[in-house]
């Protein structure tokens, strides 16, 4: 039998005192990776978008400025992270849908997402793994034609969680966490038709940084 997630286990409020703490500051990075993500979707004219292991929908709030979006998928595997996602959000975004999913059941998932043509997914690689994710993206295929992605580096060895109080109780999913070879992750998307299109680097405390790649499909 499958392993609980132990992302199932972790209580928002320390998931966010956590990510948001002044020693952290990646709760504060992923809020303008969000706009940007959003700048480029509507750039780029996209309809539906797809975005995975949303958490409580951080950054959200850059999307329902944008009312050009025809649907917002937001996926996650914890269903009460969605449930505070939505009563946050859904009033002011009424494109926003929100849908608990394991994202290592690809088939389940291909079906859920099959019609998104934009896929974000910020720190969930990490998780998820190169190999299920690829898979799911393969899958979607069809109007499948933005990913934009955003990954972890640390720039020496202290470890995939900071320190700010609250990272002993991130113990099993930073058990869980394997950093993404960001050549491996364009190399294979190469292969499946996406070229990068833009990538950034945003500094953070702890010699970590999270970087964040643009892909368009190119045939
Ligand atoms: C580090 S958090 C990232 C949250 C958000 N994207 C951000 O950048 O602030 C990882 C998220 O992925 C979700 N997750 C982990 N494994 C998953 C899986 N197998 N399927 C779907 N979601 C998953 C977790 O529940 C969590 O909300």
Redesign the pocket.
Known sequence: MKAK?P?LDLPLDIYINH?GHSQVLQ?QA?NGIMQMQAEFAEKNKVNKIAI????DG?GLQHFSKRPCFQSILA????PK?LIVCEKTYGSVLNSLHIKS????LCENAIEILSGSDMVIA???LE??GIAAFLKVIAGIKENLNFLSL?IQQNNCNGGNVSKSGYENAFDSVGDDMHLIDPSDLTGSLKNMGYMKSKQTLKELPNDKRFLTMDFIKSI
């Open positions: 997630n992302w990510m709760y992923i995975l292991g949303i958490t951080n996926l996650d595997i914890n992270y999913c394991d994202l290592t910020n720190l969930v998780h998820v955003t």
